[in-house]
């Protein structure tokens, strides 16, 4: 079956610094990498997707990076901002719209 | 828009009791789906939906079933509501199947005692 993992349960950035946030997988078959960002006490907020015949995608502040190879994929954010504390979910699609969600990553910004 | 709207968003049960979690969404979404999160373990795929009068299982479906008749509505039933059951539960849409772009409920947190 599918799993995801992370690499860290938390990770603290300083405001203005860049972070990554890491994720492992073992499907190769999925199509669609994907990225949530969750809220304390809100619903998943979909931020940013990649294709699996790609290796970067980059969006408003984020870029994803697939590596196939290794069966790894990451964001970046860039010029990390207090808003941006959350807690940070991969998740691949397979089968369909049915998504498989790693156990997430909790960032945390210092002022 | 309203997005993805879900009820209750707090519920407490006794072991054995049922229950109905809604969930309706006003974007004409076909694909709907239902998942739940426990500390710990991300969200787990329970019940979906690609279209009225279609659903199928997920990850985790035992104790739970779904229906969905309208395009706008998928709600959740808990049979005999177990502590097990104790967790947070969202349901979300997307317009476009396989892609993963999700839309979530703001969920509803289910307590069974």
């Known amino acids: 079956g599918e799993s995801v993992g992370l690499h860290l349960p938390t990770l603290s950035v300083q405001e203005g610094d860049n972070s990554i946030i890491n994720c492992a997988y073992s499907n190769s078959a999925s199509d669609y990498f994907i990225w949530y960002k969750q809220e304390s006490g809100k619903g998943p907020q979909f931020i940013i997707d990649?294709?699996?015949?790609?290796d970067k995608r980059q969006g408003q502040r984020v870029t994803v990076l697939l590596n196939k190879t290794v069966k790894h994929l990451s964001l970046q954010i860039a010029a990390t901002q207090p808003g941006d504390s959350a807690v940070y979910f991969c998740?691949?699609?397979?089968?369909?719209?049915?998504?498989?969600f790693g156990t997430g990553t909790q960032l945390k910004v210092e002022l | 828009n309203a997005g993805v709207t879900q009820t209750p968003k707090f519920q407490v049960l006794k072991t054995g009791q049922s229950m109905t979690l809604q969930c309706a969404q006003d974007?004409?979404?076909?694909?709907m789906s239902w998942y739940r999160q426990d500390p710990g373990m991300g969200l787990r795929l329970i019940h979906y939906s690609v279209g009225a009068g279609i659903t199928d299982q997920g990850e985790v479906p035992n104790g739970y079933n779904v229906s969905r008749s309208t395009t706008e509505d998928f709600p959740l039933r808990l049979l005999s509501a177990a502590p097990s059951q104790t967790s947070v539960y969202f349901c979300a849409s997307s317009y476009e199947t396989g892609r993963g772009e999700q839309y979530f409920g703001p969920g509803t947190r289910l307590t069974v005692t």
């Open positions: 998740a691949l699609t397979g089968g369909g719209n049915k998504l498989t």
């Open positions: 974007m004409n979404h076909e694909y």
């Open positions: 990649i294709r699996s015949n790609m």
